[in-house]
Each structure stands twice: as structure tokens, then as C-alpha cells.
């Protein structure tokens, strides 16, 4: 039997082609399932899926939402067209269902031919809640025995033990697998130096949003997705915004195995993610990283929200001029002016009459004030420090300063499977091992939630966290 926010958001927020496929394939079916797998597919070779499933996959449901959008490059839509011809469409059908080998079968999603291409601007967002919304309706239909959905692209190889991972409770909202780029190069090995400093600097400042924001990588509660209304519809960083959301639902899990093969193409099918920054590297092989300083000042704004408690709640003016307050609390504090100054740029002393206003203990001000100051602000709050305080180094000069501070652990590339590849630069790759292996050793769990409050769902404490 479905739950409440998984049949609420089926009647009010999938997407149309959901109701076709319920009625006209999923009313019918006797077979059942134990994983779903979507995959939204542009642009890719016409055997892609031989390359992303391992070959012992089983009893298994592959959702792959074929799609193109009517501004797309020509020669990308007659590619993807020509990947959806092999399956025999039918005009009059969206979508192919063809029985697999192992208890598996694919469900193919026309999203691409001319009449059923997505509007300008909606991509890979679009495509992903297509799929989501679908392997949810499953769900709830019980053909699909594991209520968790898994998501992938079509330039990923998946490991012969993907779906081997722990049981998660419900308090969880999204699993993440970890990674590796291939084939190596410098250029791929930069970025992978970007993503991975980026997580391991935030996890260092104690911030909650210290996660891989990958959407290949992503194994998603039914009851979360449904909770925070399924992927953003955008064309590009919708996995960025998707996770953002669910991290405030539940409990966010860095999963230790089974590692996803990412693909170091370059790709210009959207603005960012790998294939765009292997795009921009072939070009210009320097990758600046974000300044030490900035997550030592984002540490010390994570360090202050019980002293902000005790100090300013229960002031009789402080709403009526929470800026004055807010400077003068920095002052006899003696903390850092530039650190004041970027978080009233976000409208900091705003958000702290709201929380005052709406929170009568601490812990419930500490929640808020982590949904407040999540992922997205996070990152202007680094992109501020950077743009006026801290300009971005290079990433020798970079991880040299942060390890200065955080040393890392002399033996930690043991833990990193040595790559021997004697083409890549040696200071690069040594970088890379370290923050691998500092990764690897963050906490499994991760996210702002609480779960001493005993919210089930943040929608309990901020309604309109959904839309967010």
C-alpha cells in the first residue's frame, strides 16, 4: 500500500505520461521487480546500455526516458532518434517495453520524436522526474519490491554489485555511491581534484551539505521523493537542487562500495558536470580551487548558532532592527568583519527574525537555521568570500595551504587503490590519492536534520521547503 505523500503526489504532481503508462501497461502487468533504474538518455551511442548494465543485473526494471528538447543541437536529436528506431516505437505509443534476460525489462519513455520533444530550457531535470515519477507510480503499484530509486546516465558503468548496498531506514532520504573518472588523464584528474576538495573542505567546516551532488550517483527514498515533488525541471544542475531538497527531508548517506565508473568525455550537452569542465580544460588546462580561508570562515559561522541562541533570543528589540543587534554581537565577539559582511549580504539578520520569531528552543532554531543556510547559500557564501575576501588558487597552492591546517594522514593513499599510470603528472595524481582517501573517510552520514525533534518530514516544520 502506497503512503500518503507518495499517492498525494502521483494524483497532484507527475507528470501526464505517468497516468498512460499506468493505464495502459503497469494495470495489466503480473510481473514484479525487486530494484528500478533510471536513466535518462540524449545524445549517446546506439549501445550505450550494453557499456552502463553489468551483465548479472537482475530482476530488474530499467527506465530509460529517451529524450531530446525542441532547441537541442540537430545532429544530437537525430542521434538519439536513431538510438530509440532500434526498438521499433510505435507512433501512437510513448513508450516500448521489452522483456530482458535475468527477470529484467526495459521500459523505454519516447520523450525525443518530434511531437514529443521538451519544451526550450527542460533536459536532463525533465527527463529524471519523467523516470522518477514513473518508477514511483511502480512503487506504489507494488512492482517494484524496494522502494528506493536509482539513478543513473548513459555514460556510467555500473558495478556487477550496484544494487549490493546496506538496508537504509526510512529516516534516510538519498544514498550516494561513490566515484571514479575514467579514462584518467590530467585534465580529468583536475576536475576530480575540484569535486573532491570542494566535499572535504565543507565536511571540515562542519557544514551539512558536505556531499557528492552527482546524479549518476543517487539511490533516492520513494517517500522523499515524493515528499520534496521529484526532480527540478531544469537543464542543467537539477541533481545540485534535488539533493538540496532531500537533504532537508532526511538523512544523507555517503555509501563506502560499490564504486560508479564516470565517464571523462567531453561533452557540451549542458553547462556543467564533467563533460562541460573536460571541455573547458582541453582548452585551458588550469583549474583554480576555492580559497582555505573561506572554509575557515564558513566554519566559524557553522560554530555560532547556539552562542547567536543564547545571546540574542528572547531580546526585546532585536526584531525591530535585527542588523544593529547582529554588528553589535560581531563586535563584542571579535569575530571577522569580512564573515559579517557575506552574511549580510544573504540577508543573515533577516533570516534570524524569522527563526526567532518561529523557534521557542534551540534545537528547533538550529534546524532552522541549517534549512536556511543549505547547499545553495553555501555556495554563494563561498562565491562572495571568493569574489571580495579570497580569490581561488591553484591547486597545488590550494591544497598546500589546506593541509597546512588539516594535515593529512601519512598512510591515506593506501586506502586509495594505487592507478599506476605513469602518463599522469605525479603531483597531481598524489594530490588526488589524499583527497580521495579523506573522503572515503568522512562519515557515512551526513545532512541538517535532526533526529532528536522527531520530524518525520521537514514539511512538518517548514511547509514550503518543497518548492525551495
Same mark, same amino acid.
Given at each position: ?16 505520461i ?5 493505464d ?30 553489468p551483465?548479472?543485473?537482475?530482476d ?40 530482458q ?8 519513455i ?12 527542460q ?6 522526474k ?21 539513478c ?20 534516510v ?6 566515484f571514479?573518472?575514467?579514462p ?15 566535499v ?17 550517483l ?18 542543467a ?64 559561522w557553522q ?21 544593529s ?5 560581531? =563586535?563584542?565577539? $571579535?569575530l571577522?568583519? %569580512? #564573515? *559579517? +559582511?557575506?552574511?549580510?549580504? &544573504? ?24 534549512v536556511?543556510f543549505?547547499a545553495?547559500?553555501t ?16 591547486i ?23 592507478? =599506476?599510470?605513469? $602518463?599522469?603528472?605525479? %603531483? #597531481? *595524481? +598524489?594530490?588526488?590519492?589524499? &583527497? ?14 535532526l533526529?532528536?525533534?522527531g ?6 516544520a ?7
Amino acid at each position: 500500500m502506497a503512503s500518503k505523500p507518495i499517492r498525494r503526489y502521483l494524483d497532484r504532481h507527475a507528470e501526464p505520461i505517468v497516468s498512460i503508462i499506468q493505464d495502459d501497461w503497469l494495470a495489466t502487468l503480473r510481473q514484479t521487480y525487486q530494484f528500478v533504474l533510471v536513466i535518462p538518455l540524449f545524445n549517446e551511442a546506439l549501445n550505450c546500455l550494453d557499456s552502463v548494465l553489468p551483465k548479472t543485473i537482475s530482476d530488474t526494471l530499467i527506465i530509460a526516458v529517451v529524450n531530446a528538447s525542441v532547441d537541442a543541437d540537430l545532429a544530437a536529436i537525430h542521434q538519439t532518434q536513431a538510438f530509440l528506431e532500434q526498438f521499433h516505437p510505435q507512433p501512437d505509443v510513448p513508450f516500448i517495453v521489452m522483456d530482458q534476460p535475468l527477470g529484467n525489462a526495459l521500459l523505454l519513455i519516447d520523450c525525443c520524436t518530434a511531437t514529443r520533444q521538451f519544451p526550450h530550457k527542460q533536459g536532463v531535470g525533465l527527463a529524471r522526474k519523467i523516470g522518477g515519477d514513473v518508477a514511483l507510480a511502480c512503487i506504489a503499484a507494488q512492482k517494484v519490491g524496494i522502494p528506493w530509486i536509482h539513478c543513473t546516465d548513459g555514460d556510467v558503468q555500473l558495478p556487477a554489485d550496484y544494487f549490493d548496498t546496506p538496508s537504509l531506514g526510512s529516516d534516510v532520504a538519498v544514498a550516494i555511491y561513490p566515484f571514479r573518472h575514467w579514462p584518467l588523464n590530467d585534465d580529468i584528474l583536475r576536475y576530480d581534484i575540484s569535486l573532491r576538495y570542494y566535499v572535504v573542505a565543507l565536511a571540515q567546516a562542519a557544514s551539512p551539505y558536505a556531499f557528492q551532488t552527482i546524479g549518476s550517483l543517487l539511490r533516492i527514498n520513494a517517500n522523499h521523493y515524493a515528499q520534496v515533488r521529484g526532480f527540478p525541471k531544469r537543464q542543467a544542475a537539477e541533481d545540485f537542487y534535488m539533493l538540496n531538497k532531500l537533504a532537508k527531508t532526511g538523512k544523507v548517506v555517503r555509501l563506502k562500495q560499490p564504486e560508479v565508473l564516470l565517464s571523462s568525455r567531453i561533452s557540451r550537452r549542458v553547462p556543467f558536470g564533467t563533460g562541460a569542465a573536460m571541455a573547458r580544460l582541453s582548452e585551458d588546462p588550469e583549474m583554480l580551487l576555492y580559497h582555505p580561508q573561506i572554509f575557515s570562515e564558513l566554519r566559524s559561522w557553522q560554530d555560532l548558532d547556539q552562542l547567536l541562541w543564547q545571546e540574542l533570543q528572547g531580546l526585546k528589540n532585536f526584531q525591530a532592527d535585527p542588523a544593529s543587534y547582529l554588528r553589535s554581537f560581531w =563586535q563584542d565577539h $571579535h569575530l571577522s568583519e %569580512s #564573515l *559579517l +559582511q557575506t552574511l549580510m549580504a &544573504l540577508k543573515l539578520d533577516q533570516a534570524l527574525g524569522q527563526a526567532f520569531r518561529q523557534n521557542h528552543d534551540f534545537p528547533h532554531f538550529q534546524f532552522f537555521l541549517r534549512v536556511w543556510f543549505d547547499a545553495f547559500r553555501t555556495l554563494k557564501f563561498v562565491h562572495h568570500q571568493r569574489q571580495h575576501y579570497w580569490p581561488s588558487l591553484s591547486i597545488q597552492a590550494a591544497t598546500a595551504l589546506y593541509w597546512d591546517d588539516h594535515a593529512p594522514n601519512p598512510s591515506s593513499t593506501d586506502e586509495v587503490n594505487p592507478l =599506476q599510470q605513469d $602518463h599522469l603528472d605525479p %603531483s #597531481l *595524481l +598524489q594530490i588526488w590519492q589524499q &583527497l580521495t582517501a579523506a573522503e572515503h573517510r568522512l562519515p557515512s552520514e551526513t545532512g541538517p536534520t535532526l533526529p532528536s525533534l522527531g520530524l518525520s518530514s521537514l514539511g512538518q516544520a517548514f511547509p514550503s521547503i518543497r518548492n525551495h
